[in-house]
């Protein structure tokens, strides 16, 4: 994965699902055409949630399922958003024919279990990692610097 020179980092507790929602927003208001959020995390870690309230920001109202199935869910939002979850992927190379790259041209893409095609992520990628720290959902992200004007929780 490719540095970039300028780095934003910081560290976020998310006690509720309100926070979890602020933290979507935060993302979503800065989101744009060639942006990949990538969302690390175990199983049950918010990743989805995340997801979820990201699409909620850009005015998805209807259900968002999670794309473990279908592998990617497309949304007509500004910019249009593709949500994937690489969890069953076998290879990289199936990102090819998800239409990963076409899906970064034209809007922004948010990647859950990225750790399955590190490589297709854009070295400007905003990566999120979910845990726990005591008892308490977190969020370390790390991205390129202009993040760091936008993400509040």
Same mark, same amino acid.
């Given at each position: 994965?490719?540095?970039i020179?300028e780095?934003? /980092?910081?560290a976020f507790?998310? %006690?509720?699902?309100?926070?979890?929602a /602020?933290?979507?927003?935060?993302?979503?208001?800065?989101?744009?055409? !060639?942006?990949?959020?990538?969302?690390w !995390?175990?199983? !049950?870690?918010?990743?989805?949630?995340?997801?979820?309230a990201i699409?909620?920001?850009?005015g998805?109202?209807?259900?968002? %399922?999670?794309?473990?199935?279908?592998l990617?869910?497309?949304?007509?939002t500004? %910019?249009?958003v593709s949500?994937?979850?690489?969890?069953r992927l076998?290879?990289? /190379?199936?990102l090819e024919?998800l239409g990963?790259e076409?899906?970064l041209v034209?809007g922004?893409?948010?990647?859950?279990w990225p750790e399955?095609? %590190?490589?297709?992520l854009?070295?400007?990628?905003?990566h999120v990692r979910?845990?726990?720290r005591? !008892?308490v959902?977190t969020? /370390?992200?790390?991205g390129?610097?202009?993040?760091e004007?936008?993400?509040?929780?």
């Amino acid at each position: 994965m490719a540095e970039i020179d300028e780095t934003f /980092r910081a560290a976020f507790a998310l %006690p509720d699902l309100d926070a979890t929602a /602020r933290l979507g927003a935060s993302i979503a208001g800065g989101l744009r055409a !060639g942006d990949a959020v990538a969302l690390w !995390g175990d199983l !049950g870690a918010g990743k989805t949630t995340l997801a979820r309230a990201i699409l909620k920001a850009l005015g998805v109202s209807e259900e968002v %399922p999670s794309p473990t199935f279908t592998l990617v869910q497309s949304y007509d939002t500004k %910019p249009a958003v593709s949500h994937y979850d690489l969890y069953r992927l076998k290879s990289g /190379r199936e990102l090819e024919e998800l239409g990963f790259e076409e899906a970064l041209v034209d809007g922004a893409v948010l990647v859950e279990w990225p750790e399955r095609a %590190p490589e297709a992520l854009p070295p400007e990628t905003l990566h999120v990692r979910l845990g726990t720290r005591d !008892g308490v959902r977190t969020a /370390r992200l790390t991205g390129p610097a202009r993040w760091e004007k936008l993400i509040h929780v």
